[in-house]
């Protein structure tokens, strides 16, 4: 697939805090309001809680929290952008808060940048490069990653979090 | 035609349960009709099926075997243990045929030949021509007349057959004439509709031979007179064919005098077939099974589903119901509501199987096992009409086949220990079942040996799972049996060493959200309790607040409701009396760490934990509501004390408790951190 | 209008066989698990042709034939009975019985159609 004819893909674009990430659109199921989250108490900052989606139980990332970025209270913009990714080789359906959706634009793969090296604050294996738009930089993220091998120890670690108060 | 085939290997699978069950059954009772009866019939169904199918080996085998029961079933001959023995490995002789139906395995064509063999020496000589011997007829294109006389009896029509049909089956054969004699036609007041009145004389010119000719008349013989007679082999002349056509306008019959003396042909007689029909005695038999029908898992999940989306707009129906507050509405949603939980107890109970499904294969390992050590050992079973998950039962069977095989192994002990031991020669494994809260429960145990405690710390050492001065409980000690690595090398023998560890059980039985627990005294036996969760995806809850989020609470579980002033409720958890007991109560917003204002008064939840009670203390109790569990997915792989979450009829998601787990953590909890005394004082009776 | 036959028989494999076998030869199959059942079937439906086994729980081949054989209303209703060979004297215990005819397992497909052409014409 990475020939000079079929690299243009899809990305959808979002705001969390001041940058500007793209996705690519493979992942997106689709883009939700912020429907009343029932938190699940005891479990860990980056998970706010779980909403009905359609008569099933989705779980709900703070994606601010998981990339390490300030909480603030929701806006009317905030949106969920439902992912379906893949952890441990299991198809999961996740629910990804951002402070706003921008759009969906195309990009050829040959455009896409290297990660910087230096200035992010972003683990390694979730940035898969940049774009530059309009003299804005997209960070394209690495969606598989959103919930890596680590996260998923840090989850088994918070089955502990009830009893330890 | 796959479809089909895929029928029959499912019959025929249940079929050879039915026959080891009966087999067994039929082993500890050589006198018991019941289980020859039913062997029998499996073994018939089984030889008819296969048959159609074209399974030969598989046809050719269970004929051998019918007939063998078939004699023992007339009382022509008696069963042998060593028959019964034959017998069963028989069965998984035909168990192996189901995989390999052609035989191509080498192994199963010699063991075919060879129980073929010990089936014929018990069975004395072989009876010939078990399969059908088809005479080749002869076809030539020679023709010859026949003259045929049809005289329907008064049984005939009445017995379903049409004397039209076969008059014109005979006219398929050849060139015919027909002559209808009415001669004894009634009066339209004397008819009867049944009744054959009429008699026929047909002249068939044609190649087909006499046998086949008479083939026509086979399921009219001895309800009708018939006579085939072969007259002549020439044409018929034109003379005989001016009689004959006379004959058919007078509607009078010519008999076969006229027809001989018309052909001037030598007579040649032949005799109709008179059936002699002689009534044996029928036997009916009993069987308590009621009639079923097969449903693919496929549509029974689907009913599921479609149950549990009926639940949900249950739910909002009758929250909506509420708010509008109609007394005719809500007599309805009230109507529809009774029915909905019906329906649902219903669609559940589909989808449960008795544990007894599993016992036959486990009496089967029982016997075989104890067998082959020298051992004699029965397996006494109690409770197994016990219900689980269909899918919970298939789990289980290799858990518990692995568990009892263990007691027949390592538990029971020889003949000869268990004399000096002062034990009964017979052994007894038992399989316990009972339900219990929301649990149900599976106990496995034997009047064996018992665990050796020492010996099982000193391979725990060897190999490197503790070390000298690790200090373990009773109970520590024996879940060191389901660590991985603990397989000992005593555990693999002939019988155990399918490579699966205790560790497996263990793994097995989690996987399934259930428990396993060991408990064993030196000499007396052992003692293997399985707890389930009755895994029922629609429950009913008790709909509880606790600050501004809605939980439930499994109504099942739920003793009583306490109002209590919270200032009763000064820590996490502590001991309040309700009716009278001191009951532990802890506290949700504390255990939540939810730090506002609680409101003054508290409701208390005395719910079933174990054999005793437990509170739990919430803002406020909103209501009883059937649930759907949906599960809360891989990211709170952590959260068991969930069983999962529902969605209310306002949209949102409240989780709901799995108290047991719950309760297990809070307590493990005050026992890991061992610095809250009080806690682990108040706790100590649990 | 196509003609309808009951079948009659403990084994499914059996009973889906041969439905389907008339099934596709035009005829209306309507199926059965025993006597008992099949009796059932009978009281409100017509029907044009059973084929029935003969060893089945609850109500046999012979008591099935027995049982209908004693309705009146049912006279002349044609019933074939699914023998094998090792039951040749069940065979004339049936016809005694007032079975209409027999077809001896196992058989082919167009044997199954030549008989129960025998029995009704559509």
């Known amino acids: ?165 | 035609m796959d479809q089909l085939q895929e029928i029959f290997f499912q019959e025929a699978r249940e079929l050879l349960a039915e026959l080891e069950q009966s087999l067994l059954d039929f082993e500890q009772d050589l006198g018991n009709k019941n289980s020859i009866e039913t062997i029998f019939r499996s073994l018939h169904t089984l030889k008819g099926s296969s048959g159609m199918f074209g399974f030969h080996a598989m046809n050719e085998f269970t004929h051998e075997l019918e007939n063998i029961f078939e004699e023992i079933r007339s009382g022509k001959s008696q069963a042998s243990p060593k028959l019964l023995e034959i017998c069963l490995v028989s069965l998984d002789h035909l168990k192996a045929l189901l995989e390999d139906h052609e035989l191509k395995d080498e192994s199963n064509a010699a063991r075919q030949l060879h129980l073929l063999k010990q089936i014929e020496e018990l069975h004395g000589s072989k009876e010939q021509a078990s399969s059908s011997i088809h005479i080749v007829e002869e076809k030539n294109d020679l023709k010859s007349l026949f003259y045929i006389q049809f005289k329907p009896g008064n049984d005939l029509i009445s017995n379903g057959t049409n004397p039209l049909y076969l008059i014109d089956d005979l006219c398929q054969l050849g060139k015919s004439w027909v002559i209808t004699d009415c001669s004894r036609l009634p009066e339209l007041k004397d008819f009867v509709a049944d009744q054959s009145y009429l008699s026929f004389e047909i002249v068939l010119w044609t190649s087909s031979s006499i046998a086949e000719v008479n083939d026509v008349f086979l399921f009219a013989e001895g309800l009708a007179t018939i006579t085939i007679e072969k007259v002549a082999e020439d044409q018929p002349n034109e003379s005989f064919i001016f009689l004959i056509n006379e004959a058919i306008k007078n509607e009078k019959s010519i008999g076969i005098e006229a027809v001989h003396k018309a052909l001037l042909k030598d007579e040649k007689s032949s005799q109709p077939d008179t059936l002699k029909t002689q009534s044996s005695s029928t036997q009916i038999k009993e069987r308590s099974s009621g009639s079923s029908i097969r449903v693919s898992s496929e549509k029974l999940d689907e009913l599921m589903n479609l149950v549990s989306e009926l639940v949900t707009s249950q739910a909002q129906l009758s929250m909506h119901a509420e708010t509008i507050a109609q007394a005719q509405l809500s007599g309805i949603v009230e109507n529809m509501e009774k029915i909905t939980r019906r329906l649902r107890d219903n669609a559940f109970s589909i989808c449960l199987l008795p544990i007894d499904t599993l016992t036959i294969r486990f009496q089967r390992l029982v016997r075989d096992a104890s067998k082959e050590l020298g051992k004699e050992i029965q397996l006494l079973t109690e409770g197994t009409d016990t219900e689980l998950d269909k899918s919970v039962i298939e789990n289980l069977s290799d858990p518990i086949l692995h568990l009892i095989r263990n007691c027949v192994d390592h538990g029971i002990e020889s003949l000869e220990k268990r004399q000096t031991n002062g034990k009964p020669r017979l052994g007894t494994i038992m399989l316990k079942s009972w339900y219990s809260g929301t649990k149900v429960f599976i106990e496995i145990s034997d009047d064996g040996a018992g665990i050796n405690k020492q010996k099982v710390r000193q391979k725990a050492i060897e190999n490197g799972l503790i070390t000298e001065d690790t200090v373990l409980n009773e109970q520590q000690l024996y879940d060191v049996l389901f660590m991985p690595g603990f397989s000992t090398a005593a555990s693999i023998s002939e019988l155990s060493g399918r490579g699966v560890g205790m560790d497996v059980v263990k793994r097995k039985i989690q996987e399934l959200k259930g428990s396993i627990e060991i408990s064993s005294i030196e000499g007396q036996g052992s003692r293997f309790t399985i707890g389930l969760p009755l895994t029922l995806s629609i429950i009913d809850g008790l709909l509880v607040q606790v600050d501004q989020a809605t939980y439930v609470i499994p109504m099942n579980l739920v003793d009583k409701c306490y109002e209590k002033p919270a200032a009763l409720l000064q820590n996490r958890v502590q001991f309040i009396t309700l009716d009278g007991e001191r009951t532990p109560v802890y506290s949700l917003r504390d255990v939540f760490g939810i730090s506002n204002q609680a409101p003054e008064i508290l409701q208390i939840i005395k719910v079933f934990y174990d054999q005793t009670s437990v509170g739990l203390a919430v803002d406020h109790i909103i209501g009883e509501h059937q649930v759907v569990l949906k599960p809360l997915g891989s990211l709170y792989h952590g959260h068991n004390e969930y069983s999962g979450a529902t969605i209310l009829g306002d949209g949102t998601v409240a989780l709901v408790f799995d108290t047991n787990t719950l309760f297990n953590k809070l307590i493990e909890n005050s026992n890991i951190y061992g610095n809250k005394r009080s806690e682990q004082s108040v706790l100590s009776h649990l | 209008m196509s003609k309808k036959i009951l079948i009659v028989d403990d084994s499914e494999s059996i009973r889906e066989l041969v439905g389907m076998t008339l099934e596709s030869s035009g005829y209306h199959v309507t199926k059965s698990v025993d006597g008992e059942d099949a009796l059932e079937k009978l009281s409100g439906h017509s029907f044009d042709l059973i084929i029935t086994d003969l060893n089945m729980p609850k109500l046999d081949g012979i008591g099935l034939v027995k049982a209908i054989r004693a309705m009146k209303e049912l006279a002349g209703l044609p019933i074939l009975l699914l023998t094998t060979e090792s039951q040749n004297e069940k065979k004339e215990e049936a016809r005694s019985a007032g079975a209409t005819g027999w077809i001896v397992k196992p058989f082919a497909q167009d044997k199954l159609m030549a008989v129960v052409q025998k029995i009704i014409r559509s």
Do not use: W
Request: hydrophobic share 40%; proline share 5%.
């Open chain 1, 1 to 165: 697939m990475e020939t000079s004819v079929l690299s243009s893909q899809s990305y959808l674009t979002f705001k969390l805090d001041q940058e500007i990430f793209g996705s690519s659109v493979t992942h997106v199921l689709e883009i939700l309001e912020v429907p009343k989250i029932t938190k699940v108490p005891r479990s860990p900052d980056y998970l706010r809680g779980v909403i009905n989606l359609r008569g099933s139980v989705l779980p709900v990332i703070d994606t601010r929290i998981k990339f390490g970025l300030p909480p603030i209270e929701d806006t009317v913009n905030t949106c969920i952008v439902v992912l379906n990714l893949k952890m441990d080789g299991q198809e999961i359906t996740v629910g990804a808060l951002v402070d706003a959706i921008q759009e969906v634009i195309e990009i050829e793969e040959n455009q896409i940048m290297p990660p910087p090296s230096i200035g992010t604050s972003y683990a390694d294996e979730l940035l898969r490069g940049m774009f530059k738009l309009n003299d804005e930089f997209i960070l394209i993220l690495n969606m598989d990653q959103l919930l890596s091998i680590s996260e998923i120890h840090q989850l088994k670690d918070s089955q502990n979090l009830i009893n330890s108060n």
